[in-house]
């Protein structure tokens, strides 16, 4: 870094700050990419084409089908939207034959639903794909038209700029994004474009100017990519974990659970982790045909109440051995996750381990095991415990405290979110854990 960037970057520092008070537990919601990509083929194509008619069927299916309740809220447009032409004032528009409607009715739309708009636009002269960027001139400028539609959420990426642009325009657009006056969550790719790590990245500052960063490659619909993803948040977890909490989280990239690329067990492995990384949950699928197991795993209520948790501390890996590793996150009321992820590919495979081998203090507690919904009763940091582990599967363990669940359900109760917490209402069953 040249000693002009460095001052221009302790300049911006002492000057950006987007604090709207969004985002204090992760994003949760839907985006077009990994699963519609950039198809503009409207006439071959005309339900899976990036169109008006594709976040407005995904709406309603958010709204409808129990979605909206569990909290997944935003509908969110990525790359291939926009005309290739800016309007006379400068202003990126829809493209007119997909959005013939334009954005600030689809936003309307999405309102009145109860729901949240999220957009895609590029730092740099072109997006990924080739549409029309944001360079430096054009950031107030596109601000200003995205608070105008009603937009709620900006993903802001990096193709075509140079780190020197990066560093300029991406506190720039938080700070345009702040003078609109309209709350708008602010996601950054960023760091994907300077290698994801210190020194390049300077998490705290990110953490001052977005609410989310990309810090990796795109998911796309395999096991190997989410298993390549795992790893490098893990591998790199000492620099990354402290950079998230409430209003700044680390983001793997969307959940592509209910496509064609991962098993039952795979697409659990990929809800558990999402949970213990403290990621987005942003889907990216085809909400008008999931089959029920995705569904299930995606509306597990459990699984989202942890991803949820108000303390927003992310989770790390603590072991792995014989191709088994182990994963925790602390939780609110002195609780805890635990997830046992399979890296084999064998068969099932008996893992035997105790709280107190993983650390846990002396002590009564109980567990509920996220996916198969029972629960574990007298339990001490010593009980031995064995785990069966599917290939490429998980085991998810919400882990509390004994004395502490009676008193957690009263307040649970009392604050009625008996849905969120269905966990402690679960039939106990003892422990024979396989
Ligand atoms: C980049 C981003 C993806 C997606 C595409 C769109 O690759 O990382 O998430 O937005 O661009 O072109």
Redesign the pocket.
């Known amino acids: 870094m040249g000693p002009l960037v460095t001052q221009l970057f302790g300049l911006i520092s002492l000057t950006v700050a987007l604090d709207n008070g969004l985002l204090k537990t992760p994003p949760m919601g839907w985006m077009a990419?990994e699963r519609f990509r950039?198809d503009t083929d409207c006439k071959d194509d005309p339900e899976n084409c990036i169109s008006e008619a594709l976040f407005r069927d995904t709406a309603d299916r958010l709204a409808e089908d129990g979605w909206k309740e569990l909290g997944y809220e935003y509908v969110i447009i990525?790359?291939?939207w926009m005309s290739l032409l800016r309007d006379e004032h400068g202003r990126l528009q829809p493209d007119p034959s997909r959005f013939p409607g334009g954005i600030a009715k689809l936003a309307r739309y999405i309102h009145d639903r109860g729901l949240k708009l999220g957009i895609?636009a590029d730092m740099g002269t072109h997006?990924?794909?080739g549409f029309p960027g944001t360079t430096l001139d054009k950031i107030e400028i596109d601000a200003q038209t995205f608070a105008s539609w009603g937009v709620d959420y900006l993903?802001f990426?990096g193709?075509s700029s140079n780190p020197v642009e990066q560093m300029l325009g991406y506190p720039l657009m938080s700070k345009a994004l702040n003078a609109t006056g309209r709350p708008m969550a602010y996601s950054c790719?960023w760091p994907?474009y300077i290698g994801g790590l210190p020194p390049n990245v300077n998490y705290s500052f990110l953490g001052d100017i977005c609410h989310l960063w990309?810090n990796y490659y795109?998911i796309q619909d395999s096991w190997d990519s989410v298993q390549g993803i795992i790893e490098w948040f893990s591998n790199n977890q000492d620099d990354l974990q402290p950079a998230a909490g409430p209003g700044r989280w680390n983001d793997p990239?969307m959940l592509i659970i209910g496509n064609f690329g991962l098993s039952v067990d795979q697409a659990r492995s990929q809800m558990a982790l999402w949970t213990i990384m403290a990621a987005p949950l942003i889907m990216s699928n085809d909400l008008r045909n999931l089959d029920n197991s995705a569904r299930a795993i995606l509306q597990n209520k459990v699984a989202i109440a942890i991803n949820q948790d108000s303390m927003g501390i992310q989770g790390r890996r603590l072991l792995q051995e014989n191709h088994i590793e182990v994963y925790w996150r602390p939780l609110s009321h002195s609780a805890s996750v635990l997830v046992f992820l399979s890296r084999r590919t064998d068969m099932p495979y008996l893992y035997h381990t105790s709280l107190a081998k993983l650390e846990y203090d002396a002590g009564n507690y109980e567990a509920y095991d996220v996916f198969t919904g029972s629960t574990v009763t007298e339990l001490n940091a010593t009980t031995e415990l064995t785990f069966s582990i599917n290939p490429s599967g998980v085991v998810m363990w919400y882990v509390y405290p004994e004395q502490q669940s009676k008193q957690t359900e009263t307040l649970h109760n009392q604050h009625n979110k008996a849905s969120q917490f269905a966990f402690h209402k679960a039939k106990p069953v003892h422990l024979t854990v396989l």
Request: proline share 0%; net charge negative; glycine share 0%.
């Open positions: 990419w950039c990525d790359d291939c895609y997006t990924c794909m993903k990426d193709c790719s994907v990309r795109d990239d």
